[in-house]
């Protein structure tokens, strides 16, 4: 079993920059991939990005890359996501999960995902 929190959301102005961090628990955290998802009011769970468990592979969505970064710690079992040059349609509740069992090419799908943090709330607005 593995527990995550999410922290580090927050209120920003548009074009800042916040840092989130997932805390995870468990001996395995190391070899699952662990993946950032968003979901905004009325939206459905949208991919983000992620990593893969040895930290070597990154995978990021059209709508953040170049502004978003994910990268883990696997001595302190956290995994961040640093957001620049943030926008108003980045506001949404972000989520932390972990995929025991990787298929890379199924990355960017959220159920396959096997376990999740309880979210952090991200806006952004002037």
């Known amino acids: 079993q593995v527990q995550m929190v999410e922290s580090g959301g927050g209120l920003v102005q548009p074009g800042g920059s916040l840092r989130l961090s997932c805390a995870a628990s468990g001996r395995t955290f190391s070899t699952y991939a662990m993946g950032w998802f968003r979901q905004a009011p009325g939206k459905e769970r949208e991919f983000v990005a992620a990593i893969s468990g040895g930290g070597s592979s990154t995978y990021y969505a059209d709508s953040v890359k170049g502004r978003f970064t994910i990268s883990r710690d696997v001595a302190k079992n956290t995994v961040y996501l640093q957001m620049n040059s943030l926008k108003p349609e980045d506001t949404a509740l972000y989520y932390c999960?972990?995929?025991?069992?990787?298929?890379?090419?199924?990355?960017?799908?959220?159920?396959?995902?096997?376990?999740w943090g309880q979210g952090t709330q991200v806006t952004v607005s002037s």
């Open positions: 999960a972990a995929y025991k069992f990787p298929r890379y090419s199924r990355i960017s799908t959220s159920n396959e995902y096997d376990y």
